[in-house]
Nanobody, 122 residues
Framework: VQLQASGGGLVQAGGSLRLSCAAS????????MNWHRQSPGKQRELVAG???????KYADSVKGRFTISRDNAKNMVYLQMNSLKPEDTAVYYC?????????????????WGQGTQVTVSS
C-alpha cells in the first residue's frame, strides 16, 4: 500500500490550505489515517487522525482550525487547514494503518506518504 500526499504550498498567515492523501495498492483496507508534521529541529508530531468509522482527534495546537476527513470509497484522507499561523510551517505527512490481502493472506501494516511542504508567511 502506498500513499501520495499533495496540496502543500506557500500561504500568508490567516489563509487556508487543503491537503489530500491518496492510498493505492492491489487489495487492501485502510483503517486509521493520520496527518503528522515535522518542522526543522523538532520531532514529528501527530496533527490529526481519523478512524475508519469517522472518529477524529486533533492536537491541541490545531483544534478549531484544522479539520480531518476521509472518503473511504476513494481511499482518500484530507486535512483542511484554516487560520494558518507561521508556526504551522512544516512538512506534513499522511500515514495509514492497513490490511493487505494481495497475497492470499492478511498482512497488517503501516505506511507513510512522501510529505508535502506547508509554509505560512507572517
Amino acid at each position: 500500500v502506498q500513499l501520495q500526499a499533495s496540496g502543500g504550498g506557500l500561504v500568508q498567515a490567516g489563509g487556508s490550505l487543503r491537503l489530500s492523501c491518496a492510498a493505492s495498492g492491489r487489495r487492501f483496507t485502510i483503517n486509521d489515517m493520520n496527518w503528522h508534521r515535522q518542522s526543522p529541529g523538532k520531532q514529528r508530531e501527530l496533527v490529526a487522525g481519523v478512524t475508519s468509522g469517522g472518529i477524529t482527534k486533533y492536537a491541541d495546537s490545531v483544534k478549531g482550525r484544522f479539520t480531518i476527513s476521509r472518503d473511504n470509497a476513494k481511499n482518500m484522507v484530507y486535512l483542511q487547514m484554516n487560520s494558518l499561523k507561521p508556526e504551522d510551517t512544516a512538512v506534513y505527512y499522511c500515514e495509514a494503518d492497513y490490511w493487505d490481502y494481495s497475497d492470499g493472506g492478511v498482512v497488517a501494516g503501516r505506511t507513510w506518504g512522501q510529505g508535502t511542504q506547508v509554509t505560512v508567511s507572517s
